[in-house]
């Protein structure tokens, strides 16, 4: 056992049984510090204590705590935290179990045992890129499987190999954020480091609409083609605009047949906001109070859509002008299978009354027709784009958000996701309100 001379800031001592030196000192209000010096050599074991010893005061005289805390033992404290936070009803409960996964999957193994007050700018955009492909390239590819518990169960799923989605890289940025600002209320740190992941935008993939005037032009153009191109027998050569020849013949029944439930498809769909899915699995016996209602002017009629599909189900209220397509598709069944349709027969039918898969086919030449197949970007445009045209229009006629989310089975996040562009010139008048006029 022996001293320093430097009593005054620090004393070396050995253990028993034990040759390599140690030292303790104190700093104030933060008392005695013990730091192994791992050498049995006196000098040298002086030489690390002077440097031990000025650091420590050094970090005091900033404000923080004498010895320097790796990531690892800052973070275990933060998850901690977290669990006597969930205790408290402080946080959800569902925190306290993916929180700290977040943290010792990703954070930890990233960061480790590197000094937390030493870690800077550009090791958090060298995480970043890490993280990204954290399951393709990086620790997790060569994992088969997640582990979790719910409800007392020990279970798996399977590890998607893909990079995370733009909420999830900001989500755990988020939690990052939180642990680094509370490593510095606990003084481990001076200021936290700027955590902009610098997360690469999601593609747009908001899928394509209609704008009102293109949506009129739909309608327009499918109209005409449920009436006869030509009174005669005969065909007729036609050459358009960009000087594209066909040869255009006498409309045949089957065919008008099925332009006029494509249009009915079309009508209903975008006064509904009903998915493609929704649509096809739609019977009779969904639609509520229709059977009621017939006969009656339309004025005093009201329709209820029953919707099942994407494994959701709900009560749909469509707007009005849906509600004339149904007579229209109630009497193509009743020409074609010979009676009333009963609440199990589909309401978008062949003339067999068996069940309609797709449009797909038919809506695409529609819109080739009407040269409406892609939108602006160059997206093409599908079925889905009458449920999105639902929902724009919707939005940009003041209804509420969370009324429209309800009505179309989603959450307020999906709409802004995919629903929520409207154009800033459809809702002047809200943007312009009176207090702006002269």
Do not use: C
């Not at 204590?49 to 005091?60: H, L, P, Q, V």
């Not at 590819?141 to 020990?154: L, N, P, S, T, V």
């Amino acid at each position: 056992m022996g001293s320093s001379p430097s009593k005054e800031r620090y004393q070396l001592f050995q253990r028993t049984g034990s040759a390599k030196w140690q030292m303790r000192f104190s700093i104030k209000g933060q008392g005695q510090i013990k730091r192994s010096l791992e050498t049995s050599d006196r000098i040298e074991a002086e030489r690390k204590a002077e440097e031990i010893w000025f650091e420590a005061n050094y970090r005091a005289r900033q404000g923080l705590t004498a010895k320097a805390r790796t990531f690892e033992q800052v973070a275990e404290d933060f998850i901690a935290h977290i669990q006597r936070e969930v205790e408290r009803g402080e946080r959800r409960a569902d925190q306290g179990k993916s929180e700290p996964a977040i943290i010792r999957r990703y954070f930890i193994s990233y960061f480790g045992q590197r000094p937390i007050d030493g870690i800077t700018d550009p090791d958090l955009e060298r995480y970043a890129e890490w993280r990204r492909t954290y399951w393709t390239e990086g620790p997790g590819k060569d994992i088969a499987y997640i582990h979790y518990e719910r409800g007392g169960r020990r279970l798996r799923r399977p590890v998607k190999r893909a990079a995370p989605t733009l909420s999830r890289q900001r989500g755990e940025a988020v939690l990052l954020r939180a642990l680094f600002r509370q490593a510095m209320k606990w003084g481990y740190i001076k200021a936290p480091p700027t955590i902009s992941l610098r997360v690469k935008r999601a593609p747009d993939n908001r899928r394509p609409s209609f704008e009102p005037h293109e949506f009129e032009k739909l309608v327009e153009t499918s109209l005409s083609r449920l009436g006869d191109p030509i009174m005669l027998d005969q065909s007729r050569r036609v050459r358009s605009k960009d000087q594209r020849i066909w040869t255009i013949k006498k409309l045949d029944e089957h065919t008008r047949r099925d332009r006029t439930i494509l249009h009915a498809y079309i009508m209903i769909a975008a006064f509904s906001g009903f998915r493609p899915t929704e649509m096809r699995n739609l019977n009779w016996g969904d639609v509520l109070g229709y059977r009621e209602g017939r006969g009656k002017p339309l004025a005093e009629r009201d329709l209820r859509l029953r919707a099942r599909g994407k494994g959701k189900s709900g009560i749909a209220i469509p707007q009005l002008g849906a509600l004339p397509w149904f007579d229209t598709l109630w009497m193509l069944f009743e020409h074609g299978v010979g009676r009333e349709p009963n609440d199990g027969d589909p309401v978008f039918a062949n003339e067999r009354g068996e069940r309609i898969g797709s449009v797909a086919k038919g809506f695409t030449e529609l819109l080739r027709t009407s040269g409406l197949e892609r939108d602006h970007r160059g997206v093409k445009r599908t079925a889905y784009s009458l449920r999105h045209f639902y929902i724009s229009q919707q939005l940009a006629h003041g209804a509420e958000v969370i009324d429209v989310a309800r009505n179309t089975r989603t959450s307020i996040l999906m709409i802004d996701k995919h629903y929520g562009q409207v154009r800033l010139e459809r809702v002047v008048d809200r943007l312009r309100p009176d207090w702006t006029r002269g």
